[in-house]
């Protein structure tokens, strides 16, 4: 079955009205720099004040990039294959090939010449965080640099379980998987590094992402069965997420508003299980084309399942009242709306 998907010509559009990230363009706090260069390249310049370096260009930082690019920032980062690397270079956007488990050092010579830095590799398992291995080459090279913002995007995973409570960001985290606990020991790492580097340090612990392409609508019209593990989530009572418009929306509110050493969750208004969110995917699906699909029933974790995995709502309120973040989708149902809007007949 064919699947629509955003072609990489034609940028997904964020706003219909007023244009994309109005206020990127025009922010102007970073210091100004004598060096030259081309933007295609992602190379910093003089008349580019703002110089974006992401580090790791998967669906958030791939999307992010995007949006900047249109807003005249010069934009770069990391992939892990060439064939990322070539569709990368069709946008414009030219990317540095990086292996977590033997990262190039020298990366960092060109790291240091961009005013914001955002991170977005994940930890591995039996390292953590791939560039704070040697954190103080990286303090080294970066404090004789550009860098005046910084951001690790993280995880709400590094709650743990309460038991179906609300949660905020002064709620102590009480990581239950390893990978949730390395999230938390990179996120110390990075608030610590931009501390010592005396820029303004973020970190935004994202829920369940979701957006074109990667959506229960998504999964559902490729025809790929859930597997068991996505079978069992779906029967938690408690799911946080977030579009990833509106995480692009808490980046700029981030980057016009800068803090020392502040953590946001950014999550919607809505926690709702899994198996509702796909039921409703379900719904638009037929309502759009008039077309029913097959899914297995659900399963149900067991306590210890599901304590391990976490039940907890996560609030957002300080996102709102900090940075001033209104969402675009308070819900998952008006972001799958938005996503099955846009989408060809599949069928």
Not at 102 to 123: C, G, M, Q, R
Not at 208 to 230: C, H, M, V, W
Request: hydrophobic letters at 35%; glycine letters at 6%.
């Amino acid at each position: 079955m064919e699947v629509f998907q955003l072609s990489p010509e034609i940028p997904f559009r964020f706003h219909p009205t007023p244009p994309k990230f109005p206020h990127l363009s025009r922010i102007n706090f970073c210091r100004p720099l004598s060096a030259t260069s081309d933007s295609r390249s992602g190379t910093p310049d003089s008349e580019s004040r703002n110089r974006m370096f992401v580090l790791g260009m998967g669906f958030v930082g791939g999307f992010f990039a995007e949006k900047l690019k249109e807003a005249d920032w010069v934009v770069s980062g990391t992939c892990r294959s060439d064939s990322k690397k070539k569709e990368w270079e069709k946008k414009g956007i030219d990317l540095h090939l990086f292996s977590a488990d033997s990262p190039e050092w020298s990366l960092l010579e060109t790291v240091k010449d961009y005013t914001h830095l955002l991170v977005s590799i994940p930890p591995l398992a039996d390292i953590g965080d791939p560039m704070l291995r040697d954190v103080e080459l990286v303090r080294e090279k970066l404090s004789s640099g550009n860098l005046q913002w910084l951001c690790y995007l993280s995880s709400t995973s590094v709650y743990g379980d309460y038991g179906g409570a609300w949660v905020t960001e002064d709620h102590p985290p009480n990581p239950k998987t390893q990978s949730a606990k390395l999230r938390l020991a990179a996120e110390k790492g990075w608030l610590s590094l931009g501390s010592d580097l005396g820029v303004s340090t973020h970190v935004l612990r994202l829920g369940g992402i979701y957006g074109p392409g990667r959506s229960a609508i998504d999964t559902l019209l490729k025809r790929e069965n859930l597997s068991e593990s996505q079978l069992r989530r779906a029967s938690r009572r408690f799911t946080s997420r977030v579009h990833v418009e509106d995480i692009c929306l808490a980046l700029q509110a981030a980057i016009e508003k800068p803090s020392s050493r502040e953590i946001y969750n950014i999550v919607d208004d809505d926690p709702a299980p899994r198996e509702e969110v796909f039921q409703y995917a379900l719904e638009l699906i037929e309502k759009r084309w008039k077309r029913k699909i097959e899914t297995k029933p659900f399963l149900y974790e067991s306590r210890e399942q599901s304590s391990l995995r976490g039940e907890k709502r996560v609030s957002n309120e300080h996102m709102k009242d900090k940075l001033g973040v209104k969402l675009l989708h308070p819900s998952y149902k008006s972001g799958l709306q938005s996503i099955v809007e846009k989408m060809d007949n599949p069928f």
